[in-house]
């Protein structure tokens, strides 16, 4: 009996000095004992989850228009409630939705994902080493990386790139507000600040060489201002396209489009005429489709003229600009070959007295002519 008396005091007295020794001085109370594991050592060899704050964007903000297709962007760094090294991540599109699809353009970047850029003293920069799409509106924004914790987006930041025309194989692109064109002017003329380049005559156009003949599935397209009734000759182009650089009168690959004037069969049409190989090829609107194409338009107004071709040729042309409603659209089929290595803004046919020329008065911005259709945001910066 007194040995097992003995050996319980003794289990007793074991497992009291457990106890004192897991749960230190005070075993006596509960909440100094442990219910779970610690939290994990943080960078720095603080413990707790990471918090980090938003970057604030600070250049460029506000929509501004930039001189450069590599822009610099900066953010304000962002907080963290412990200790170690940051990394940015910037992102660039031309969507207000940062989506990062290819850019419909071959020579261009519309958007941008970058990485791992490390923090700054107080401010964090990301240069560009590719080129932008010119004369295009931007979004960018930007986040921090700790460990394996990322802060929320900033806020987006807008600006403009460079207004500038560029000239390609199978792509040209003019913006004509800027006092300066990338093709060659002849004739009166006048540059509108912020608006384009005003033709002043018939004799008067913008000649175009193309980097890459241009056959089906291209398009021409591109806004004008400074169209009304009654314009002094018959048939006065818009723009025109040519398989060579002489007279579009005489030629089996070109195309024209008209606001046609006085005595234009009739008057105040909307009309064009494309060439598929042969005299015997031709799309162009027959009288009663000429009649139904009658329209007044408005000289203070922009419309957006596209022409399209393949298989045959297909004019549209857009009251208020690239997204604007449309006061016109037909397509002609024809079988043959369409084919455009030079092209104009109006026509030259009043430099050779061969048919009328150029719509006097009219005022081109936001030109692009190409093998494929216009990308959907190039031209934005205009806005």
């Known amino acids: 009996m007194t040995t097992m008396r003995q050996s319980r005091s003794l289990f007793t007295a074991v497992l009291l000095a457990t106890l004192a020794a897991a749960c230190g001085s005070d075993a006596g109370d509960p909440r100094q004992v442990p219910v779970g594991p610690t939290a994990p050592s943080g960078p720095g060899g603080s413990t707790g989850p990471i918090i980090l704050s938003t970057p604030a964007p600070v ?4 929509g501004e228009q930039l001189s450069t297709l590599r822009p610099t962007l900066t953010v304000q760094n962002a907080t963290s409630n412990q200790t170690g090294s940051r990394t940015y991540e910037f992102q660039i599109s031309d969507r207000t939705d940062f989506s990062l699809g290819a850019s419909l353009t071959a020579s261009f970047l519309v958007a941008v994902n970058q990485t791992g850029v490390p923090e700054g003293d107080g401010r964090t920069s990301f240069t560009l080493s590719q080129d932008l799409q010119p004369t295009t509106r931007m979004y960018w924004r930007a986040r921090v990386a700790q460990g394996s914790s990322t ?8 600006f403009r790139t460079k207004l500038v025309g560029y000239s390609r194989p199978g792509e040209l692109y003019d913006p004509l507000i800027h006092s300066e064109s990338i093709g060659r002017v002849e004739g009166a003329h006048t540059w509108i600040p912020g608006r384009g380049l005003r033709l002043d005559t018939e004799g008067s156009f913008v000649r175009y060489q193309l980097g890459e003949t241009i056959t089906s599935g291209g398009e021409f397209s591109v806004e004008v201002e400074g169209l009304h009734p009654n314009g002094p000759n018959h048939k006065l182009k818009i723009f025109s396209m040519n398989d060579r650089e002489d007279d579009i009168s005489f030629s089996d690959m070109g195309m024209s489009t008209m606001y046609r004037g006085v005595n234009g069969n009739p008057p105040n049409c909307i009309a064009f005429k494309a060439v598929f190989g042969s005299q015997n090829r031709i799309a162009e609107p027959d009288r009663s489709q000429r009649n139904a194409a009658v329209r007044t338009l408005d000289p203070s107004r922009t419309y957006f003229w596209k022409a399209t071709w393949g298989s045959g040729f297909h004019l549209v042309v857009l009251d208020g ?14 079988g043959g070959t369409l084919r455009g290595s030079y092209a104009w803004l109006g026509s030259t046919q009043a430099q050779f007295r061969t048919d009328a020329g150029t719509f006097p ?8 002519i190409g093998n494929k259709p216009r990308p959907a945001t190039l031209g934005t910066a205009l806005d």
């Open 59 to 62: 250049s460029p903000v506000n």
């Open 151 to 158: 802060s929320s987006w900033s806020d987006a930041g807008v």
């Open 321 to 334: 600009g690239v997204n604007g409603n449309p006061i016109y659209d037909l397509a002609i089929s024809e």
């Open 361 to 368: 008065g009219a005022t081109y911005r936001n030109l692009w």
